[in-house]
């Protein structure tokens, strides 16, 4: 036990500076001293194992997002390949026999000068199939989702190429229009999509039984981002909310639909040097849809939804923690531990210092005590010594010698005397001097008296 106290001492990092020798140091140290420092070092070592840990798994991220009106949003590209839609009255045997068309436009708008020129393409529509679906650079696996809800639905052609810019105001406007309007049957060799239309008896017939309403719903791949996730802060998901309903001739819905194309700018980087991976998220946020409803339109559209880029721009930039961060933070979480155990240990110390420099003061009665009898012990040997010296000499020689003795003796004397007077000041130094020289004196005396 004595050597693991010993051990503890040795390691202890709270230890003081105490001004003067004492336990063969400079430095007051404890058993407990040691003990908490072990406990700080342990403490320290797990919590550099967590985050160290964490720092290579890369699971901090620190995000910052921006988010800016822009009155002149920038284009998006949208392809089949990270944007497919798929559509659909609410009918039956709406591909084979529809009462309705659907038909999207690419529309363009362009301002030169004071004139502005309308340009307007039409996206090819087709019945949806799976590969619709497989081209999506998704983690999401749409191609099961869309068999959930069965295969009576349009899709625009895999090579379709859309596009999003601007506002009505800016100097490039391009949007898409998707409209429906009374079926007229197609005569259009390079369409996919070549339905026949219900005849005028059964169209009427379907509209008075249903009281005249209808409906056309509109699907989408959208994304959820959750940017100040480490890892995977992104989730796809169709959006399915969209429905709209519509009375032929009636009612007309109209609904402006807003998308984002969010940039996201991740650096991997764990060093100083970047290395950032840039990607676009085209959303649709729920609450982003601007409805009205209009009575009485004559221009045979009964349902009109716009498709616009959104006048907000968002960045977002996501960093992972890098080493020097990582080095700041355990720098400071053990200057923390040391700073706050060290106010504990320095209470301790100086109450466990004081109360062992009282016990050494204090303990010279007992120190006292065994060097008397030390000394009586060498003084009755000297004493034997010096009988047996009395009778090998001569009586002169003899009475001198005696002499001499009893003076030597009287110094011995003399100094426990001063020794005791000392004990009783307190003064460690002064005590150990004087014993030092009173075994001096007495290995003096017996050399001269020829016994050692």
Not at 5 to 31: A, C, Q, W
Not at 223 to 246: A, C, I
Not at 303 to 325: A, D, E, G, M, W
Not at 381 to 401: E, G, H, V
Request: aromatic residues 14%; hydrophobic residues 35%.
């Amino acid at each position: 036990m004595i050597k693991i106290s010993s051990l503890l001492k040795e390691v202890d990092l709270f230890s003081r500076p105490i001004g003067l020798h004492m336990n063969n140091s400079f430095y007051f140290k404890t058993s407990f001293g040691g003990f908490m420092s072990l406990i700080v070092i342990i403490l320290v070592l797990l919590f550099f194992n967590a985050s160290i840990k964490s720092f290579i798994n890369k699971e901090e991220v620190y995000v910052k997002v921006d988010k800016q009106y822009n009155p002149n949003p920038f284009k998006s590209i949208i392809n089949t390949n990270r944007f497919m839609f798929f559509t659909a009255i609410t009918q039956p045997d709406f591909l084979e026999k529809p009462l309705f068309n659907i038909t999207v436009y690419q529309k363009t708008y362009i301002w030169e000068g004071s004139k502005q020129i309308r340009q307007n393409r039409i996206i090819n529509l087709e019945p949806c199939q799976d590969y619709h679906f497989e081209n999506l650079n998704q983690e999401l696996n749409f191609t099961n989702i869309f068999h959930q809800y069965g295969k009576n639905y349009l899709c625009p052609t895999l090579e379709s190429q859309m596009q999003l810019e601007g506002m009505f105001s800016s100097p490039v406007f391009s949007f898409l229009e998707v409209t429906v309007s009374k079926c007229i049957t197609p005569n259009d060799s390079n369409s996919k999509w070549n339905p026949k239309c219900q005849s005028i008896e059964e169209y009427n017939i379907q509209t008075n039984n249903k009281d005249g309403f209808f409906g056309i719903v509109f699907y989408h791949n959208n994304y959820v981002l959750n940017s100040d996730q480490p890892q995977g802060y992104f989730t796809n998901f169709l959006n399915d909310k969209m429905y709209y309903t519509f009375v032929p001739d009636k009612m007309t819905k109209i609904a402006d639909i807003y998308f984002q194309d969010i940039e996201v700018r991740t650096d991997h980087s764990l060093i100083p040097i970047k290395d950032v991976e840039q990607r676009f998220f085209l959303v649709q946020e729920n609450n982003d849809v601007r409805e009205a409803s209009e009575l009485g339109r004559s221009d045979g559209k009964y349902v009109v939804l716009t498709l616009r880029k959104s006048p907000y721009i968002t960045i977002i930039q996501r960093n992972y923690k890098k080493i020097s961060q990582l080095m700041s933070e355990l720098g400071g979480f053990v200057q923390i531990v040391f700073t706050a155990v060290a106010i504990l240990m320095v209470k301790y110390n100086n109450i466990n210092f004081v109360l062992e420099l009282a016990n050494k003061l204090y303990s010279f009665e007992i120190k006292n005590r065994k060097l008397k009898i030390k000394i009586s012990y060498i003084q009755s040997i000297f004493q034997r010594n010096l009988n047996i010296k009395k009778m090998q000499i001569n009586l002169s020689n003899q009475k001198k010698q005696i002499k001499n003795n009893s003076q030597q003796i009287n110094l011995i004397n003399y100094c426990l005397k001063n020794k005791r007077q000392n004990s009783e000041q307190g003064t460690i130094f002064q005590f150990q001097h004087v014993e030092k020289y009173i075994i001096h004196i007495e290995i003096y005396i017996l050399k001269k008296l020829h016994i050692i």
